[in-house]
């Protein structure tokens, strides 16, 4: 069973620029969550989808946004970039929603972000 | 909202002792403890969790304990090998559910 695959891997921007990142989940998995990883800040949540619903949000402005298709493949869209905003961004997949019982989650190798 | 402290934040071991993580956490509602392994250049990997009706689990080198009244729960790697040498990283899934909220983080480093 292939696991999370994240594309592309790596990116370069530019600040003020937008980027769009995207996410393919385990076969079956219908709940997609995105994180963000920064040396400074350590693993911090980004939001949740499933079944093409945002169910979760964390305390990210309303510059990063996503969505899920009906194949629960997501993307992530962060737009006007700052340099902030450079980051490991990780995609995470799970059977359920986070919101029930069954919440194993299974990270992608990431998409690495460089804001210059 | 949820807090997570996890210490040590590095931890170098010889090879074949054991090591150990702890992790506490503010919400006493929380219900679900899982560990994390990353190593350079991948993304973070379950390698064990624990839900709040068990006191521990065990995974043959790993195991995990919780003190729902302190708490805490602890990450516990016996006979390590220089495999073992990642970023190893707790979380906490509040009782409200949605998201996890991770711990800082651990670099064990296992010397041959």
Known sequence: KAGVTQTPRYLIKTRGQQVTLSCSPISGHRSVSWYQQTPGQGLQFLFEYFSETQRNKGNFPGRFSGRQFSNSRSEMNVSTLELGDSALY??????????????????????RLTVT | GENVEQHPSTLSVQEGDS????????????????????????????IIDIRSNVGEKKDQRIAVTLNKTA???????????????????????GAQGGKLIFGQGTELSVKP
């Open chain 2, 19 to 46: 090591a150990v993580i702890k992790c506490t956490y503010s919400d006493s509602a929380s219900n679900y403890f899982p560990w994390y392994k990353q190593e350079l250049g991948k993304g973070p990997q379950l």
């Open chain 1, 90 to 111: 990780l995609c995470a997949s799970s059977l359920a929603s986070l919101t029930s019982g069954k919440v194993e989650q299974y990270f992608g190798p990431g998409t």
């Open chain 2, 71 to 93: 708490k805490h729960f602890s990450l516990h790697i016996t006979e390590t090998q220089p495999e073992d040498s990642a970023v190893y990283f707790c979380a906490v899934r």
